[in-house]
């Protein structure tokens, strides 16, 4: 997809793309087309991130269903986690090379097409082929839906639409267990991929009837080694972290699997970072990190990492409570946390809108107090802590987080150069899955352990202790965010 839009494609990658100034890269006014066009995508982009966490209330049913075991049935999250964190640092070279078109043909053809497989599969393997095709789609909706805003919504607007993408990549995750909890209590489990496929179907006829391609492709060579390497990188980070966070018996001693995934992982991002480095200098990077030389992305970075960490954490740590200390059933758990994604999902454009009128400050430093006080008050619930209490606090953490998210997103992508609003996208989207694999495995850890010594409240407790500290970096981070402008002519990273 392009970095630079139609009518300044004439120019190549690298230095000319710096010469595109802000208002050339956007008209002061979105046209209709411009709307119909994100609009498609928002929608498409919910639909794909709503199927992310459908199937963990699900899980226990599939063991009964498909006669597999807990370890085994764990795989149709871990594996989508995977194709994810494999996919996504390859999604800045493919928006690059094919049209905006053709890349949302691929992802939500891809998608539709696993959700087909998915309802009709015989059996577990075909059921966890489906699911890595989904995830395949999915790596690609986000970052492409990003790239086209900075495209096409002109910076002093950019804020107020960024809001509604906080849409679907905060109220379809919340709604995500609601939805598949409703589902499993009137149908089978076929019937979550049998209810999603015909939204799918629809994005994907609307899309190919109304979707035009923003700006120019361009002629990048792939680089093997680069797209190799993301798999041990980024698949034995997430896979490692995801596997010494994945026992909730609070098993003594290390997982040796999962050390040894996340040794080689590292080892691996080490290698993949310097191959990138390298290949910056012939001007073609797989994922191109002098996004990292504008110091807003680089804060802009930092912050999400740390609100993701506590979101998942929060996300996977208050269902634990409420089921193994309140005992609460899957529908009522759901239920439970939908007011919180629904707040955090419908204050999304509102504050998009306050982003453009006061800028970054004023609303990370409200939302990231807002995010230790809610996880330091829930270090403190115990076995009688009232539910409407606890839907309270969780209500007050999405609203802190959605404060977050849209102004670190916008003020994040705003200083980069048009030739690297794809790679800056493709860089936050993977962060946020590492991260969210992160505050999993490392939350859940401090669950197990200390709840095999101490009990479950003293374990909930500790966790919830933890992800404070954590977030208190984000006071700090918070502090640090400037408002920033469009890429200035001659403002380079070269």
């Known amino acids: 997809m392009s970095t630079e839009v139609s009518s300044n494609a004439s120019g190549k990658s690298g230095q000319s793309a710096h010469a595109a100034a802000p208002k050339s890269s956007a008209p002061e006014k979105m046209s209709r087309e411009s709307v119909t066009i994100i609009g498609t ?5 919910f639909v794909v991130i709503l199927n992310e966490t459908i199937m963990n209330v699900a899980l226990q049913r599939l063991m009964v269903d498909l006669g597999v075991d807990a370890p085994t049935v764990q795989w149709l999250s871990t594996g989508f986690m995977l194709t994810m964190a494999v996919v996504i640092p390859t999604t800045g070279f493919i928006l690059q090379s094919l049209s905006t078109r053709a890349v949302f043909m691929l992802a939500m053809g891809l998608f539709a097409g696993g959700t087909a497989l998915a309802a009709v599969a015989p059996g577990f393997e075909i ?27 002109p910076l002093a607007k950019r804020g107020a639409v960024m809001g509604n993408v906080s849409i679907a990549i905060s109220v379809a995750p919340a709604m995500g267990p609601t939805v598949s909890g409703l589902i499993l209590e009137h149908f089978t489990w076929r019937f979550m991929f049998v209810f999603v496929l015909p ?13 035009t391609n923003v700006g120019e492709t361009e002629k990048t060579k792939l680089d093997f080694l680069s797209v190799l390497l993301t798999v041990p990188a980024f698949g034995g980070l997430v896979y490692g972290l995801s596997q010494i966070g994945g026992g909730h018996g609070g098993q003594s001693g290390p997982n040796t699997v999962a050390i040894a995934a996340l040794v080689i992982g590292v ?80 204050l999304g454009p509102f504050i998009g809108r306050l982003f453009d009128k006061v800028g970054p400050l004023p609303l990370t430093v409200t ?30 953490l999405s609203f802190g987080l959605a404060l977050l998210f849209t102004p670190a ?22 962060a946020q899955q590492v991260a969210g694999a992160a505050g999993t495995a490392l939350l859940v ?30 006071v700090v981070l918070s502090a640090m965010m400037r408002k920033t402008e469009g890429a200035a002519p001659g403002h380079g990273s070269h």
């Not at 995508?41 to 982009?45: G, Q």
């Not at 395949?136 to 790239?147: D, V």
């Open 41 to 45: 995508l928002l929608v498409a982009t």
């Open 367 to 396: 939302g990231s107090v807002l995010m230790v006080l809610a996880l330091w008050q829930f270090s403190m619930l115990d076995a009688g802590t009232p539910v409407w209490w606890i839907v309270t606090l969780h209500v007050g």
């Open 127 to 153: 059921l966890l082929l489906a699911r890595v095709i989904q995830a395949g789609g999915t790596a690609i909706m986000l970052p492409l839906l990003m790239t086209t805003i900075l495209t096409l919504v």
């Open 267 to 346: 080892a691996s991002l080490t290698v993949f970072v310097l191959r990138q480095l390298r290949l910056q200098k012939a001007e073609a990077p797989l994922l191109d990190l002098r996004a990292f030389n504008f110091r807003m992305f680089t804060v802009s970075v930092l912050l999400m990492v740390v609100a993701m960490m506590a979101l998942f954490g929060g996300v996977i740590l208050l269902p634990l409570y409420l089921q193994e200390i309140r005992g609460l059933g899957s529908l009522e758990t759901g239920l439970a946390l939908l007011p919180g994604g629904l707040a955090m999902g419908l």
């Open 199 to 211: 939204v799918a179907l629809a994005a994907l006829a609307i899309g190919a009837k109304y979707l």
């Open 409 to 430: 997103f916008t003020t994040g992508l705003n200083p980069l150069p048009p030739h690297l609003y794809s790679h800056g996208s493709a860089i936050m989207s993977t």
């Open 445 to 474: 850890s401090i669950f197990a352990v200390v709840s095999a010594a101490s009990g479950l409240v003293a374990g909930m407790s500790a966790a919830f202790l933890t992800a404070t500290v954590i977030a208190l970096a984000a």
